[in-house]
């Protein structure tokens, strides 16, 4: 019998089904890339703010500006999975650490890419800097290049070299410095004008300082640097930077620039120091970018590094630099045009 005092149920139709949220197309790809783009990219910030001294890991600090590429990739992946994904705080937290790490590279080699001009007071001179690869440069076109320079900076040079680019250029460059070449792997300076208080600097490959006679300018003051890799191990890296750079402020009293090839980009720590005591790069002052130039003689592959670097101090500014290619050598060139400033 049905009790007419309990209400009647009603038998329900809508049955409620629960389903486990559509897996979303290509999310875990887009996270796995991000994660993988983003380790390097927080290695190059690393080396960036902790400078590495020596061997391998200073080696590997030469590619810190190919960290900004890792930090777009994970930005990009870290993003779109933000917008497509349910659990988003931690991907919020990894599109905020690659937008940060970009924006610190932006931050580091913008200075590059921005013009900082300094007063011109003078007639400009021109300055080439070349590594000859231990003398193996195409010696006739060196010499139709320098047409355009007043002083030429070589380093690498041998013995044979030595004597083979000496008769070539010298007419039009008189001065020499040094006098002869003994070691393998020297720097060598020539110049139209007169070159005079030739000094040695000791290291793996010797370096030369000279004062020349810039008729616009008096006396200038250059180096032609060549501090050993961070492979030479002993630590001989970062003294022959320290050397360098204690020499440059010997010299610093007149006008100075330095020119060669430092074996240190501007991310590394010696090159840091020098421009924290007031050698600026040319490529800082004029707003040329961010200028490779080594490895040169890939067929395929362009020059990855800059290691090559004309610096001046505050006496002097730059109006341009560029870079040319030589045969016979595994680095660009680099051809300055520099004037005095008040």
Known sequence: MT???RPRLEPDHHVRVY????????QALLVSIGALAVIPGIVAAFMRLVPPADDASGMTASFIPYGMIADLIALVCFAIALVRGRQRVVLAIMTGLSALLLILQLVWIG???VANPRPVTTEPFTVISLNTELGSVDVPQLRKISEQADVVILVEVTPTAYRTIKD?????????VPSTIEANNE????????????????STNPQWSAEAMIPQLGQVNLIAAHPCNPLCGHGHWTSEHRALLHRAEQLDHRPEFLAGDFNATA??????????HGFVS????TGAGWMPTYPANRRIVPPLIQIDHVLVNDRLTVTSIDRFKIAGTDHLGLIARLAGTG
């Open 168 to 176: 070539a250029l010298q007419p039009r460059f008189p001065d020499v």
């Open 187 to 202: 720097s060598m300076i020539l110049s139209r004008y007169p070159l005079r208080d030739a000094r040695k600097l000791e």
């Open 282 to 285: 040319g490529t800082d002052i």
């Open 3 to 5: 009790d007419p005092a």
């Open 19 to 26: 389903r486990s949220p559509a897996p979303r197309p290509y």
């Open 267 to 276: 991310d590394h720590g010696p090159m840091r120091r020098l421009a924290r």
């Open 111 to 113: 200075p590059q890419f």
